[in-house]
């Protein structure tokens, strides 16, 4: 009968103080272990608890990608699932309305964490297919709760009423050609209750009620928050899955709204102080500044993202985080961004300090202040980040081996040494989770460890994860060095090499304001055949800039065709999930 400890009011405010004071504590100084503990006291007796503990075993799992981490946090998740459908059998006799309702929404949620964490254990088929009925599920359960909700309201004689000019102006603000993109389609036919009433009115204008005096008013208010959470959650996710997963999903019937579930997020993240605001606001902050960066070519676009995430930080987040590690992680993620790299890297230092007992949080500091070390060409300070990281993460040592190994060669540094990690990196790459990226490394460890000009490959391969990672700034003396040094380069180059080194000076080129020449270099870099498909990623690069080129010399139809080559004219190369977004979100228009 311990089930029933819920429907005890003082215990349930008992529970929710807790979930959010720990919540918080989660992202000042204490580690995992601190979530188990609250599992295990509060768990098997709130519901709400439990599904809280959920979210925040993922989102350790997603942050460090260890394939531990994500079979427990599953299990976590499917425990609750389970828990909760015990609970809605029990409830459906004895329970209140608002009781059955939080039930199923966090049913919903545990099913969306599911259909998740299901996709990164293996990424396959079958299991896409798994994670897509699940996600199916989620998406009825919340339409059909949000139709209660809404009756419930009407019979508590609360009006929905049309929003003022507030929300209107910020749903404009997220909403811009990123959030209407090819994965946002309109909702299917079956869930027509989205045709009696708009969402997002409905919740802003609930929220603007302030009679909070009437526990009933207080409990539907809670559960709105609840709901719209999911539902923005849902939306965003299905969003932003890789075009592989995305047909499978479209098979099923539905499809993802950023728009609405960015919208959504930003609703919650401005509502009464809670858990799942302060988890809205750090959704957002990483898809602002972490995700959005690396699928979006207009410069205005990526200010936008900044200005919603420096937004985020100055009115969302609470007071109680404005000096930890993750408010100063994503201020040195936008200060990167702004393009001040020296900025960042102090941002992330001092991150690093803050999350000294959150040991995969501080690595997440570790890999930025390696990237920072990558940007600003300090080649030996990023190999020793690297290597610390290869030897104490447990994501993907494979890549951190990578970086430190082509960080380590473009130094200068012990040519041994060098090959020496180049040639054991294949035996420590796992095929697991990330496939497309271990592949990628594991190849050009082994091109590389054979390599007769091993500092000058290796800087290429340094600039090249730079570029890729849309990341490659240059100044007009670092363009000037590069041109300099693709004119002396070595005889005997791959052609993966050869092509790449004319792709840095056409954008060295480009950076010295003469599109000639930099067009000269683009055409010649596509001109080189790459015996290997898998190569092709490189001549993708190079028709995207071109296409961008002719685009601002006013050519467009040469622009436009080089855009549907990018597009359509090459399949199965390296990195190519990665491009996919880079490719066809081009600044052509």
């Not at 309201?153 to 749903?171: R, Y």
């Not at 027509?192 to 009620?209: A, G, I, K, P, Y």
């Not at 467009?556 to 190369?573: C, D, F, H, Q, V």
Request: aromatic residues 10%.
């Amino acid at each position: 009968q311990h089930y029933y400890i819920t429907n005890n009011l003082r215990f349930m405010e008992e529970c929710e103080s807790k979930i959010k004071d720990v919540f918080v504590s989660f992202f000042k100084e204490c580690g995992p272990q601190t979530i188990d503990t609250l599992y295990k006291n509060y768990g098997p007796y709130n519901p709400k608890t439990s599904i809280a503990c959920c979210y925040m075993k993922c989102i350790v799992a997603v942050s460090c990608w260890n394939e531990e981490a994500i079979k427990e946090s599953y299990s976590y998740v499917k425990e609750t699932h389970n828990m909760l459908l015990k609970l809605q059998l029990e409830h459906q006799m004895f329970g209140t309305p608002v009781e059955k309702l939080v039930l199923k929404v966090l049913t919903a949620e545990a099913l969306l964490l599911i259909a998740v964490m299901k996709m990164a254990v293996k990424r396959c088929i079958k299991h896409y297919l798994k994670a897509g009925m699940n996600l199916r599920k989620s998406w009825k359960i919340l339409a059909a709760t949000q139709l209660k909700i809404v009756e419930l309201c009407e019979n508590a004689g609360i009006n929905s009423t049309k929003l003022d000019d507030l929300i209107a102006e910020e749903c404009d603000e997220e909403c811009d050609s990123t959030t209407k993109d090819t994965n946002s389609r309109p909702y299917p036919a079956e869930d027509n209750f989205l045709q009696s009433f708009d969402l997002v009115e409905d919740f802003q204008s609930f929220f603007d009620n302030k009679d909070t005096c009437v526990p009933a008013i207080k409990d539907l208010k809670q559960l709105k928050v609840m709901s719209l959470f999911g539902y923005g959650l849902f939306h965003l996710i299905l969003s932003l899955i890789p075009p592989t997963v995305l047909r499978v999903v479209n098979l099923l019937g539905f499809h993802g709204n950023r728009y609405l579930g960015l919208t959504s997020l930003r609703t919650v993240s401005k509502s009464s102080p809670n858990f799942r605001s302060t988890l809205a606001s750090v959704t957002l902050l990483w898809y602002h500044l972490s995700l959005r960066p690396t699928f979006i070519s207009n410069s205005q676009l990526l200010v936008s993202g900044i200005n919603q995430g420096e937004k985020i930080i100055d009115q969302t987040l609470g007071p109680e985080l404005r000096d930890t590690w993750i408010t100063l992680y994503f201020s040195g993620t936008m200060t990167k961004l702004q393009g001040n790299v020296e900025g960042a890297l102090e941002l992330f230092q001092a991150a690093a300090v803050k999350a000294a007992h959150l040991r995969e949080c501080k690595l997440m500091a570790y890999y930025e202040i390696g990237w920072c070390q990558l940007i600003i060409w300090n080649w030996t300070q990023a190999s020793e980040i690297f290597l610390d990281l290869m030897a104490e993460a447990r994501w993907s040592k494979g890549f951190y081996g990578y970086l430190a190994a082509i960080s380590m060669g473009a130094s200068g540094g012990s040519v041994a040494a060098c090959r020496a990690i180049l040639a054991g990196l294949p035996g420590r790459i796992k095929k697991t989770v990330n496939i497309e990226l271990d592949t990628y490394c594991s190849r050009k460890s082994e091109m590389l460890a054979s390599s007769k000009n091993l500092e000058y490959e290796c800087k290429l391969a340094t600039l090249e994860i730079i570029y890729v990672w849309k990341c490659l700034t240059l100044s007009e003396a670092q363009a000037e060095e590069l041109i300099q040094a693709v004119d002396n380069r070595p005889q005997q180059l791959s052609p993966s090499c050869l092509a790449f080194s004319y792709l840095l000076a056409g954008l060295s080129w480009k950076t010295l304001h003469n599109p000639h020449k930099a067009e000269q270099a683009f055409k010649i870099s596509d001109t080189i055949t790459q015996p290997d498909q898998r190569d092709n990623y490189i001549t993708v690069c190079v028709l995207s800039e071109m296409a961008e080129l002719y685009h601002q010399l006013g050519q467009a139809e040469n622009s436009i065709l080089m855009a549907e080559r990018a597009r359509t004219g090459y399949k199965g190369y390296h990195l190519e999930n990665r491009l996919y977004n880079r490719v066809h979100n081009l600044d052509i228009s």
